[in-house]
């Protein structure tokens, strides 16, 4: 076997290779005197390669120490070495031979720290891109939730939560049923993390939220080449990167019927199969779903697999809305404030008794997340450490209390007693469009969330804030 290696190399090349590498290199003798330099550094020193060849290393270059290592046989890495009224970086080799110490090689990739900086500064951008990459793919994998964060006394809701961490070791399919905004995805987080899977990956997808066209490629992954666009080297769905931890599919009541039989076939026959792909990859995942929906209802009208709901349907737990526990409300609230207080940086916030009388009265459409919206908004306008009523949104600070006789609630929206009577469609139009601008309000103009605050499709949504020209 012939072995290639340096001696292949022409000789006359090695001088021009040397010269053209990033550093600046010297090579001494084990007497300090130098047997090579190269042309680069000779012109950072202001010299020539024969003026300084056959020269003592430390007459030739400032605060040298290339002598030094040539007889300890130390060798000395990123070593500041002040020169010509700066400092460079240099390391510094000992070279063997026989097992003896016969000279030392040294090498100067940065002539200044302004350089190092120079080129730092290049790929740090690179360095930080990566990390938030890194920082933001790996959190979104692990569950950030345990049964400890779900605040409550109320029998319904600790009834939920009994069942909820009683089931946690199973691989069974589990169904969770609420309006939104009352906790199911926390719920998903604590099954998994109380879970013989929770050091593996739990992966959330919101099946409303993605466009029907690319649902499909999301959850199976594609091959290269499946499609105009696709991405070089295919790409992992949710179910590979899920394989063997939890998948949480929020919203599986908005699912296409198309996609709800794909689905089905994968957790029969537990495999899947990426668009464009041929073979079938075999996946261990454990199955949440969540709805805010009536799936009994849409298997009658049709509009859900009656398959896939039994399927999925194995353990079902219903997580009670926040009208119905509304002994809750302080538990909760002092909960939210604790978190709302980091996220910006307040200590000590309280609520006063009159708001939190406010809150025991309202309805709650919204749920928890309607909650921390208000007490959100109140710590915006909140200049002391107590929340009065004149920091709660209007449609809260109007309200009166229960037999009070002067207001009635209308889901979340003050009719006045004295309101005028007109014909019922324009009252319905007014009061519908008051909802509607009150969901918008709530959930700061997204109106996804608002649709499903006020439980009615997307679709639905839009067409009536066209209506309203809202």
């Not at 604590?190 to 099946?207: E, G, M, Q, Y």
């Not at 002994?327 to 709302?340: E, N, Q, R, Y």
């Amino acid at each position: 076997m012939v072995y290639q290696g340096f001696d292949e190399i022409p000789y006359n090349w090695h001088e021009q290779i040397m010269n053209l590498l990033a550093e600046r290199i010297v090579i001494v003798d084990r007497d300090g005197i130098i047997l090579y330099i190269n042309e680069s550094y000779c012109e950072f020193l202001g010299t020539t390669v024969e003026e300084a060849l056959h020269k003592p290393v430390d007459e030739v270059i400032e605060n040298s120490r290339m002598h030094i290592v040539a007889k300890t046989g130390q060798k000395e890495l990123a070593a500041i070495q002040p020169i010509n009224g700066s400092e460079m970086i240099a390391n510094r080799f000992p070279l063997f031979e026989n097992g003896e110490v016969v000279g030392a090689l040294g090498t100067v990739m940065f002539r200044s720290p302004e350089e190092w900086r120079m080129y730092r500064s290049k790929i740090q951008h690179l360095v930080e891109e990566l990390k938030y990459y890194k920082t933001k793919v790996q959190p979104d994998l692990k569950s950030k939730h345990y049964f400890n964060d779900l605040i409550g006394n109320s029998p319904s809701f600790l009834a939920a939560k009994k069942l909820a961490q009683r089931i946690s070791g199973s691989d069974s399919s589990v169904l969770l049923i609420g309006e939104s905004g009352t906790g199911k995805e926390l719920f998903a987080h604590s099954i998994h993390n109380d879970s013989n899977r929770s050091s593996l990956p739990f992966v959330a997808i919101n099946c409303a939220s993605i466009p029907e066209h690319l649902l499909e490629s999301e959850l199976f992954g594609y091959e290269e080449g499946a499609f105009t666009g696709a991405k070089k080297g295919g790409k992992k769905g949710q179910f590979e990167i899920a394989n063997n931890g939890t998948l949480f599919l929020d919203e599986i009541g908005d699912m296409p019927l198309s996609m709800q039989s794909k689905l089905l076939r994968v957790l029969q026959e537990k495999e899947i199969q990426r668009i464009g792909g041929q073979k079938s990859i075999p996946i261990n995942v454990r199955i949440i779903a969540a709805t805010h929906r009536d799936l009994e209802k849409m298997v009658e009208e049709g509009k859900f697999r009656q398959d896939l709901y039994y399927r999925l349907n194995v353990i079902k737990i219903e997580i009670p809305p926040l009208r119905k526990r509304k002994d809750d409300i302080g538990l909760i609230s002092m909960s939210l404030l604790k978190k709302l207080e980091g996220k910006f940086y307040r200590k000590e916030i309280e609520i006063s008794q009159e708001v939190m009388e406010k809150l025991m009265q309202h309805s709650w459409p919204g749920n928890i997340r309607e909650l921390e919206n208000v007490l959100e908004r109140c710590i915006n306008v909140l200049d002391g450490k107590m929340i009065e009523l004149e920091h709660l949104p209007l449609y809260l600070k109007d309200q009166e209390g229960k037999g009070r006789g002067s207001k009635k609630m209308i889901g979340h929206n003050p009719v006045l007693s004295s309101f005028p009577v007109q014909p019922l469609k324009e009252t319905l139009a007014a009061v519908e469009k008051q909802a509607i601008e009150n969901a918008l309000a709530l959930t700061n103009g997204n109106k996804l969330e608002a649709a499903k605050l006020l439980a009615i499709s997307k679709t639905n949504f839009y067409e009536k804030c066209k209506t309203y020209n809202l």
